[in-house]
Every structure is written in structure tokens, then in C-alpha cells.
């Protein structure tokens, strides 16, 4: 790292109807640098960015990169001038092959055509990098949301000339592909790109960063040091209050006696070849059980059998005592199951409707549409549910898609809560979160099991998994290894069966 | 085989086995002659859907080309006839004006993010009134430059012939897979199609784009009215009455997705050719009325939206477990 300032900004502010995203923020970045942006939900950060890649104009304020005034430029122009950007959530094109949305817009040319056959090699070549290894002809939405994720951030690494801007890059990824992001990381900055780094995770800010800077309800906090600024010092400048230590995560699993509470749903030897291999599981009333495991173990797959999604081949699915076949989600929401899934952009949300009518759904469509509620009810429902999560929207009629992503992930519960559900699947909930959020969803999901509500929590993070649950079924390469339940639970214990694993 | 290819490819299927069903049937009817004049009666329609090709790849539609190719026909003849215009110097005025039109469609849409449908709804009812307006009565063409066009041919073996109206689709044809696939601004139109808002993120110029997409649709039916006219040796207002919908059957038979961001040029022609050869087939059996045409196209249309549908899904299903990939090696 250099002292060398690449881009600075001064005096920003943006406001949209109602809410002021961006209050003054000022900010510094130098040459080589892994710059982490820190801040809550909501607290501007994604405005930020967009407001530095041209996606918004400013309504004050200014940009510069190496003193040249690039406040006014187009997105397309400030790409051109070396400032690359990987949003939160996949922004590609799906409808493209991988080579084409690594290289959309500077295709390589040959006699003032595009060169598909460099281009192809290219785009191997810098996914090499990444170390994947894929057809780059295919169409983008045939792969994964985690390598649709490396795919964009080859995209930004391959771009970069001075700032490369990453916006939660490693909320789809495992263990190991974070780890080769660092590296590509560390040899961008050692070739003297300055790199934003956006992300909830905190030990990935300290294992990368040089300097973090803290952004709170839209004001600028301050640029420290990393070595300045401890762990506990940040969250609280995030939070705007001091807190004690992380979470009350020491209160010891005291509901060891499953037994005496009634079973809820009961799977025996649920499956689908080439999808899921057999799984038994019960779930009880009032417990909150865990699916552990690493990326494409196979954790989402139960979830979408249990819930209908994906029709299994074997095996038989018990709902309080009586047999079903979830042939559609729709009658699983009849029987009183609820699922928010893992990429809320798409499967979860409809960002055009308004926060009211995106709570009220589920519980509209469990009520049958002849039986409408009232625009009183929905109002009434609407507003509880936005007090008691907490939910920051400057109105009830506000497109859900104009919330923050942490706040969208609360609509989404609050959908599902709001439809009375006898048994919630959560797939990552706290994805995208910020701390704040993250501990209030953790004591949310907490008061709902003691409430008997059964939930089955599936989420990445092993200390998440393990704080929450009572019981942690153990998944690898799509089969159930081992169940945990009561002092048995620990990261430890889940990482060594996972290292065992097989069976 | 690429899953990308299966609608294409089962759209040159379908035309295959419909010609080879004609070949069976009729004793003339395996020859050149037949196969060119496909393309001669065709031209028309199948430049105006190459251009609605375009607009429904960037996820628009254009429902102006019907009346854009009437108002073409009566404002060309008008010229010609009544101004004693040579039509070299009447071509290029007529492109001009349609271009610019098609760029101020282009430009409400844009500017002010107003549906394709509502804005080219009025181009539509505008330019078929103006059409009207012009003359209500069908105008002949008698100048000599049209006879000399109406003569003029490349012959082929076994009675083929590539006339005008052929080799200007051929062009046509050339220079739309060409932008489709080799330039930026053709792969540019794919991306706004497959997500708008995606497209705008990384970078693309999203309103430049649907303003050249609305203006070479408005550029391209104008040819095709001109084109309309080689055929007609008249203007009439009351031509090309539903045509746009002619052109988008011909757009969504030959695999692109009405959706979007997905489809092939050279699969609309086949759309196109597929709506010949049945015309030609019910002309050649003489019995059957040729409204027969719109009930084999709706049953066709029937299809290739399920089989459509049904691609769709199976991309689904191969995405949902696709994490079984190796990710790292």
C-alpha cells in the first residue's frame, strides 16, 4: 500500500422520497489498498456505490479518481475510466453465456467484429484464476448462485485497472472460494489496484483489510486503521452504542428432552435420486433444528422436498401423524409449513409490490382469495409486523425493492410469521445482514420455538447453526451423516463429522 | 447439444418436414422454383420480422410495422405518381422519415419509461390514419423503374430466380446476424432483453440501445413497405392490415422468447418460411381455403410456446442441483 490517494470523495449526498441515503459522506482511498466499508443496514453503503459507478446522480458532493472530476460520467464511462464494481446479489444477465457477461461491453474485437473464439479463451483464463473450471458457453442461469457469484467477480477482477469495488462478494461463497478471492485480492493490490470491500462477515474485513471505514444511517463515522480499531469497536461504531460482548450466545441448550414434546413432522427415507439421497428426520413443536453442512451438501434440497418445491421419489412425509404429498408449495402452506428461501431477489420478494402487500400474501393466499382481508386488516397486520421486527420503511405502500437487504430479508419473514405457520424453514436468514439485524433475527427465531412454533434453520455460518438449534442434522455430498442434539452441539463436533463424513 | 439451439432447431425441423410433406404430396412441387419463391413472396414480411426480431430480443414490441408498411406504400406511390418523383429519390426520403419516426418512439419509451406496447399502439393507429389521409383510394405504381425491377433477375438452376425483392432480404439478413452477433451494440440488445437493470449495472447503454432497436425496426418495415410495393406495383391504405402480428408469430415460431434476450434471426426467417410453405401448400392442393394458413400458424404458435415453456423448465431443473458441479478443482 501506498500513500498515493486514487479516489476521493467530498461532500456526498443523496436523497430518495422520504429518505436522505446519503448525508455529506466523504471518502479516501490510496493506491493498493483494501479499503473495508462498513455500516449497518440501511446505513447507505449500496448507495454509496452506486452514486461512485454513475448508477445514481448525486445530489451534492463529488467524485474524483486521481483528481480528475468523475462525478457527472455514465455508468459505461466510469467503467472506461478504470472503477469496477461487483454488486451485492448477482447482477449479470442471465440469459447470456458466462464469456459474454465476463466480457459484455469490451468484447474482444478482430477486424471490428467480436471475437468469440479469444473471447471464450479469455474468459477461461480468468475464471482459471479463480480456479473454476466451467463451459463459458453456457448460459449463465445454468450454474449455481455461488459460481454465478465468482463469474461476477471475475468479471470486476478482470476489469480493474485502479478500483475494483466488491459489494458483498462473499455472501455465496464456501470457506475455500473466500480464501481464493483473498488471494486474488492480495495480488490485485500488490499490482496497485485500490479495492472497496463490502461485507458483513468481520473476521473477513480483519483477515484482508488495510483501513475500514464506517458509514451509520447515511452519515460518514470515520476511516481508522485496522490495528486501531478492535473488533468491539467497530460493531459500535456500526451501532451507534456500545454493546457488552457478541451475542448471549453462552446460554447453555436446555431443551434436551425432545421426547416430551410432539412430533410435528416426521420424513422417513424422503429422496430424489440425482438430487437428495434418503433422509429420515423429525421435527418437533417448539424446536428449533439445524441443517449444517457446506455449500451444495445438500441443505437448500431438503428444504424444497420438505416444502413441496421439488417432488421426491421415495419415501414417505408425515404432518402430524397423517401422511402427505406436497404435489405444489401451495398445499404445503395448507398444511401450515412456511419457507423463506435463500435468494430472496428471486424466489422470495416481489419487489415491485409495496412492504404492506408483501407481508400479507401468504396469509392471503392460505385464506384462498374469496376471502379477502380487508384493507384495514392489512394495514393493521402490516403495522405489527413492522414494529415488532423492526423494519425501517418511511411507509407501509413502499416498493419492497427500495428497502435495504436486510430489511427486505425481515419483510420476507414477516410474510411467513404473518401466516401463522406451524412449521417455519428459514434458508439462510441472516444473509446479507448486518450485526444489528443479525442478533435481533437470532432472538426473533429464539421466541418463536418457545412460542412451539417448529423451525428448521439452514444457514452457512457453523457458529450461527450451532447458537440456534437444538438439534443439527449434519449433511455432506447430498446425504445425512450424523445428527447433533443437545451438549453435542458444537462447531467442533459438526466440522469433525463433516471431516469423517462418510457413513 | 447446447440447450440454446433446440428452439432453433426444431423450428428448421418443422419447415423440413413441411416441405418435405409437400414434395410427397404435389409432383411439382420438390423444385427451386418453389423454394425462391418463397423467399419472393415472403420479403416483405420477413424484413419486418428480422427487425421485430430485434425489438423482442431487447424485451419491447412493435405493433406500428402493418400500418408503417401501408403508409409507406400510399406516401411511395403518392410521390412517384402524383410529384412525378424518380423513386431512387423517393426511397431515401421515405427511409429517412420512417427512421426517425421509429427513433421518436424510441424516445418516448425511453425517456419517460413508457410500455412499448401503449407507445407503438399509437404509431400504429397514427400512420394507418395518415395513411388514409394521403388517399384513401389504391394508387398504381406505372413508372418504368418498377418494370425494370419486376424484370430484373438472378436466375438459378431448376427455374429458381433470386429476384430484387430476394436479394434485399438476403442483405437485409446478412448485415441482422451480423450486428446480432459480431457487434457490441447487437449484443448489447441481448442483455437489455435478458435483465434491464442488470444490463444498466454492468455497464450497457441502455437507452441508446432501444433507441437504435425502435429506429432500425421503423428503418427495416419502411424497406419492407417499399419492398411491399416491388410486389404490388400499388399503395393502399388498407394493406398489410395485421401484419405485426404476422411478424411477431413469425419472431416467436422461429425461438426467440417474447421475453427477451434469447432467440436467432436466421429463426425468424425459418418462421417466416414456415408461413410460406404452408400458403404454398394450400395453394397447390386448390381445395382448401387459405385462411387454413392462420389455423395451422395458431396450432403451430400452440406449440412452440409449450415447447418453449417446457426448455424453460428443464433449464430449471438442471439449475436447482447444479451445485453438484465441481466448483474448485
Known sequence: ?????????????????????????????????????????????????????????????????????????????????????????????????????????????????????????????????????????????????????????????????????????????????????????????????????????????????????????????????????????????????????????????????????????????????????????????????????????GRSEIAKLLFGVVQPDTGRLYVQGTEQLFSSPRKAIQQGLAFCPEDRKKEGLIGELSVKENIILALQAKRGWYRALTGVQQEKIAKDFIKSLKIVTSDLNKPVKELSGGNQQKVVLARWLASAPSFLILDEPTRGVDIGAHQEIVRIIKGLSKQGLAIMVIASELEEVVDISDRVIVLKDRKQIKELSGDEISEANVLSSIAEGAL | MNNKYIPLAATIFVFMALFGFGSAQFDSFFSMRVFTNLFTDNAFLAITAIGMTFVILSGGIDLSVGSMIACVGVATAVLIEHYQLHPLVVFPIILICATLFGSFMGFLIEKYDLPPFIVTLAGMFFLRGLSFVISIESIPITHSFYDSIADFYIPLPGNGSLTVSTLILLTVLAGAVYIAHYTRIGRNIYAVGGNEQSAALLGVPVGRTKLFVYSANSFLAALAGIVFTFYTFSGYSLAAMGLELDAIASVVIGGTLLSGGVGYVVGTIFGVLIQGVIQTIISFDGTLNSWWTKIFIGLLLFIFISLQRLISSGLLLKWWPSDKKPLVN
Open chain 1, 1 to 297: 500500500m501506498s500513500d498515493v490517494e486514487i479516489l476521493a470523495v467530498t461532500g456526498l449526498s443523496k436523497s430518495f422520497p422520504g429518505v436522505k441515503a446519503l448525508n455529506d459522506v466523504s471518502l479516501s482511498l490510496r493506491e493498493g489498498e483494501v479499503h473495508a466499508l462498513m455500516g449497518g443496514n440501511g446505513a447507505g453503503k449500496s448507495t454509496l456505490i452506486k452514486c461512485l459507478t454513475g448508477f445514481y446522480s448525486s445530489d451534492s458532493g463529488k467524485v474524483f479518481l486521481a483528481g480528475k472530476d468523475i462525478s457527472s460520467l455514465k455508468p459505461d464511462q466510469i467503467q472506461t475510466c478504470g472503477i469496477s464494481t461487483v454488486h451485492q446479489e448477482v447482477n449479470l444477465i442471465p440469459t447470456l453465456s458466462v464469456a459474454e457477461n465476463i466480457f459484455l461491453g469490451r468484447q474482444p474485437k478482430i477486424r471490428g467484429r467480436i471475437d468469440w473464439k479469444t473471447m471464450n479463451s479469455k474468459a477461461r483464463a480468468v475464471l482459471a484464476r479463480l480456479n473454476l473450471d466451467i463451459d463459458v458457453t453456457q448460459m449463465l442461469s445454468s450454474y449455481s448462485i455461488a459460481i454465478q457469484q465468482m463469474v461476477a467477480i471475475a468479471r470486476g477482477v478482470d476489469m480493474s485497472a485502479r478500483v475494483l469495488i466488491l459489494d458483498e462478494p462473499t455472501s455465496s461463497l464456501d470457506l475455500k472460494e473466500v480464501e481464493q478471492l483473498f488471494s486474488v485480492m492480495r495480488r490485485l493490490t500488490a499490482e496497485g489496484t485500490a479495492i472497496v470491500f463490502v461485507t458483513h462477515f468481520l473476521d473477513q474485513v480483519y483477515a484482508i483489510s488495510n483501513r475500514i471505514s464506517v458509514l451509520r444511517n447515511g452519515h460518514y463515522i470515520g476511516t481508522y486503521e485496522k490495528a486501531d480499531l478492535p473488533q468491539n469497536a467497530l460493531i459500535s461504531k456500526m451501532l451507534g452504542k456500545t454493546i457488552s460482548d457478541k451475542t448471549d450466545s453462552s446460554t447453555k441448550k436446555q431443551s434436551q428432552d425432545q421426547d416430551e414434546k410432539e412430533v410435528y413432522l416426521t420424513a422417513s427415507g424422503i429422496g430424489k435420486s440425482g438430487y437428495i439421497e434418503p433422509i429420515d428426520l423429525k421435527v418437533h413443536q417448539g424446536e428449533v433444528i439445524g441443517l449444517a453442512g457446506l455449500l451444495g451438501s
